[in-house]
């Protein structure tokens, strides 16, 4: 069967995985039996991804980063450079806790900054910007922004990465799309 991806030579591949039609993959990176890789997908250099973890179409991984088993990225995922997951909420090296990993939905077109911590069994909702170093515990609503230690929410963003500021009757325009959104019970959404 033909390859219809690229790899690094440095590059290891296990057995049994999947990798989409069109995805890179770079310098020293390892990709494990068991994982699913969507298509289109470039995954960056030195980057792990483990059995069982999923990724959609045209994800994106920056530099360093681990993907550990439990990870869910849906479509059109941006992972930055050394953004970490967790997969286990108590690890201790003496205990073996692999049967107790647990989910990490990263929903379609999510964005993770460099240096973020994803602390396992959280959701990020569809849209939502996660900046540089911050620190997620918690799940994150579509379209919103969160920075900080621990992430906290300071506003929302558009499909095209613009920060939202909505007028008295809860509507803003992205300035690069001209899309329009709708900030209702405390919840954003495109309306056109």
């Not at 030195?46 to 920056?62: A, D, I």
């Not at 909420?89 to 806790?97: C, K, W």
């Amino acid at each position: 069967m033909e390859k219809t991806y690229f790899a690094h030579e440095t590059a290891v591949i296990d057995e049994g995985c999947t990798i989409g039609k069109g995805t890179k993959i770079w310098h020293f990176s390892h990709i494990m039996s068991g994982c699913e890789i969507g298509e289109s997908c470039n995954i960056g250099q030195n980057v792990v991804v483990s059995p069982g973890v999923k990724l959609g179409r045209n994800v994106k991984v920056q530099n360093n980063v681990s993907i550990y088993t439990g990870v869910i990225c849906e479509d059109d995922v941006f992972l930055g450079p050394s953004m970490v997951f967790t997969n286990v909420i108590n690890p201790r090296s003496a205990i073996n806790r692999k049967s107790e990993y647990m989910t990490t939905l990263v929903k379609r077109s999510a964005t993770i900054g460099a240096n973020a911590t994803i602390v396992c069994g959280v959701t990020l909702g569809e849209f939502s910007f996660i900046g540089a170093g911050a620190v997620v515990t918690k799940d994150v609503k579509p379209y919103a922004l969160v920075v900080g230690n621990p992430a906290r929410q300071i506003g929302w963003m558009s499909e095209y990465g613009h920060r939202l500021v909505f007028n008295a009757e809860g509507i803003a325009v992205c300035p690069e799309s001209g899309q329009k959104y709708k900030l209702e019970n405390n919840q954003v959404f495109r309306i056109d």
